[in-house]
């Protein structure tokens, strides 16, 4: 089956600094999503991405947050300055073209922990 | 507001059949019924999607009623690498879909 992937597994950072998570989506899939699980809690929303443009964003996902399709195949979160409740599980998921709705396809994440 | 009310949790053993329930009351016209299944430090995995009466596939079963407020989703034969949480999830579009707290099913020898 194909897989969306990640880079890193794991990230660690200062309080302050910027944080940028990649993801390389399913190559013909078209809608690309960022997920966070802050840990023993729920998957929580972020952002959804389609056409090059944010075709959806959470309450989460505020100024400092940015989502960014710099080639044809990578997609990146990055998060300006981080805080400490920025640290979770972020995972970048996919889907393809048929509808808003279709099977989303889910990397193995990546660990943020804020310092 | 949340949409849908499964189980906490749930334990059965090796080779039974397992079923999870889950109560979605407020359904709306266009939502479909969706079940993801999670492995500690995982991404969520799609298992199944339905909108009305039965849907099976190669590793699940999901049985809705005709008054679409709960569904059923049955593993068949589980096995101890069904051990995860299973997500219910109700909705027409993916950013708008809200995840619960999930069913934490655990599979004894």
């Known amino acids: 089956e194909p897989e969306v992937t990640q880079t890193p597994s794991h990230q660690v950072t200062q309080m302050g600094q910027e944080v940028i998570l990649r993801c390389v989506p399913i190559s013909n899939h078209l809608y690309f999503y960022w997920y966070r699980q802050i840990l023993g809690q729920k998957v929580e929303f972020l952002v959804s991405f389609y056409n090059n443009e944010i075709s959806e964003k959470s309450e989460i996902f505020d100024d400092q947050f940015s989502v960014e399709r710099p080639d044809g195949s990578n997609f990146t979160l990055k998060i300006r300055s981080t805080k400490l409740e920025d640290s979770a599980m972020y995972f970048c998921?996919?889907?393809?073209?048929?509808?808003?709705?279709?099977?989303?396809?889910f990397g193995s994440g990546t660990q943020l922990s804020v310092l | 507001l949340a949409k849908t009310t499964q189980p906490i949790s749930m334990d059965s053993y090796e080779g039974q059949e397992v079923n999870i329930t889950c109560s979605h009351n407020n359904i709306a016209t266009n939502d479909y019924i969706t079940w993801y299944q999670q492995f500690p430090s995982q991404g969520p995995r799609f298992i199944i999607q339905?909108?009305?009466?039965?849907v099976t596939n190669e590793v699940a079963s999901l049985f809705i009623p005709a008054d679409r407020k709960s569904s059923t989703l049955s593993l068949p034969r589980v096995s101890l690498s069904d051990t995860a949480v299973y997500y219910c999830l109700v909705g027409y579009s993916n950013y708008q879909l809200i995840w619960g707290a999930g069913t934490k099913l655990i599979i004894k020898p």
């Open positions: 998921a996919s889907s393809a073209p048929d509808r808003a709705l279709e099977k989303l396809f």
């Open positions: 339905g909108y009305k009466t039965k």
